[in-house]
């Protein structure tokens, strides 16, 4: 069988799959895209961190080191410390990742297998799991105008340090995490501006993702109950990651700016029709799921999501999907939240092969 990617949901899935699979006559290999280790880590900007402890950023079976990176017991790792968590965790399972390998169509062949085509080759199926995430989608809202304007564009997937915004007026687009962190130093070298559908609400200090990650497992389990709940305060709010806490009190972070009407050549309409120069936008407006290499099998809805149950395609029962958010499985798109539907993945499919299987 085949899982399509090499980051941190096809890591999970290929941990559990090498379990449920290992009395079976069944191989596995998991097909990724980058050229090393890390799947979407390896694209963050320099000093992005996480949002909780190690203790709660970690894969199943094997937990993220405190000491990576030589940093002290209660900081947040950063993105090179879950890259080096992550080429770990490879190697100490030994999952069969092959790369760098571009998946570009997977077609149904026969009744009882999937064929999936690549830049190196054709690999036929019996099960496929589409584990690439949403990083290789970044979405970027349509805004009048945006093709004319002559400054810096940017989405925050192709930002990595402040330098090249020092001394410019720049937007940060985006009330989210990612927003928040990229503002906190941006600020600290240029004249930047937080543009926001919404004043942001930051969480208290103390209260980091392991606090929300346990409100929205109430919350998932209350609803699963049949226990209608208004959403737990916090759960969606900006987490104060120490870069982001220190520009708050020095005053970076308090003025906000409405959404934009529309961009020029040099600048930007704001809704009230003022137009003002502007050298640089920042784009932190999230990511859609990459599943463009599922358009031969029809399953990919408009709205960009599959059909599934649980999370397996109902239109097509060979293909299971993990990690591209909550309609593939709580919590999934989450370094530890992925695990649970990983080992319930894992299990279907096991269960969906035949007794004596080849790939």
Request: aromatic content about 14%; cysteine-free.
């Given at each position: 069988m085949v899982v399509i990617g090499g980051g941190q949901s096809a890591l999970a899935v290929g941990y559990h799959l090498a379990r449920e699979l290992r009395k079976r006559e069944a191989t596995v290999a998991l097909l990724d895209r980058q050229p090393g280790p890390g799947g979407a880590w390896r694209d963050g900007?320099?000093?992005?961190?996480?949002?909780?402890p190690a203790e709660w950023s970690s894969l199943p079976?094997?937990?993220?080191?405190?000491?990576?990176?030589?940093?002290s017991a209660d900081a947040f790792p950063h993105r090179d410390d879950v890259l080096g968590y992550l080429t770990a965790y490879e190697d100490r399972y030994e999952l069969p990742v092959w790369r760098p390998i571009d998946v570009r169509a997977v077609r149904r062949l026969g009744d009882d297998r999937l064929l999936v085509e690549t830049d190196r080759?054709?690999?036929?199926?019996?099960a496929v799991v589409a584990a690439t995430g949403t990083a290789a989608r970044p979405f970027t809202p349509h805004v009048p105008g945006r093709d004319v304007f002559g400054g810096i564009q940017m989405h925050s997937s192709a930002y990595r340090s402040p330098e090249?915004?020092?001394g410019l007026r720049v937007l940060v687009v985006g009330g989210g995490n990612s927003g928040a962190q990229i503002l906190a130093e941006v600020s600290a070298v240029a004249d930047a501006s937080w543009v926001v559908e919404r004043e942001p609400r930051f969480l208290p200090e103390d209260v980091d993702g392991r606090v929300?990650?346990?409100a929205a497992t109430a919350r998932y389990r209350a609803l699963q109950n049949g226990e209608a709940l208004e959403r737990p305060h916090g759960l969606g709010d900006i987490v104060q990651v120490p870069p982001v806490r220190e520009a708050r009190a020095a005053g970076r972070l308090e003025s906000f700016r409405p959404p934009i009407a529309a961009l020029t050549a040099s600048g930007v309409v704001w809704p009230d029709g003022t137009e003002e120069r502007i050298d640089a936008v920042i784009w932190c407006t999230g990511f859609r799921p990459a599943l463009g290499f599922l358009d031969p099998l029809g399953v990919v809805g408009a709205d960009g999501?599959?059909?599934?149950?649980?999370?397996r395609s109902i239109a097509e029962p060979r293909l299971w999907l993990v990690g591209?958010?909550?309609w593939t499985g709580f919590a999934s798109a989450t370094l530890v939240g992925v695990g649970r539907s990983a080992r319930a993945t894992?299990?279907?499919v096991a269960a969906a092969l035949p007794t004596a299987s080849v790939p």
């Open positions: 900007w320099d000093s992005l961190r996480l949002f909780s079976g094997y937990l993220l080191p405190r000491h990576l990176g030589d940093r080759g054709d690999v036929s199926a019996r090249a915004f020092a929300l990650f346990d999501r599959v059909a599934v149950e649980g999370t591209y958010g909550e894992a299990r279907e």
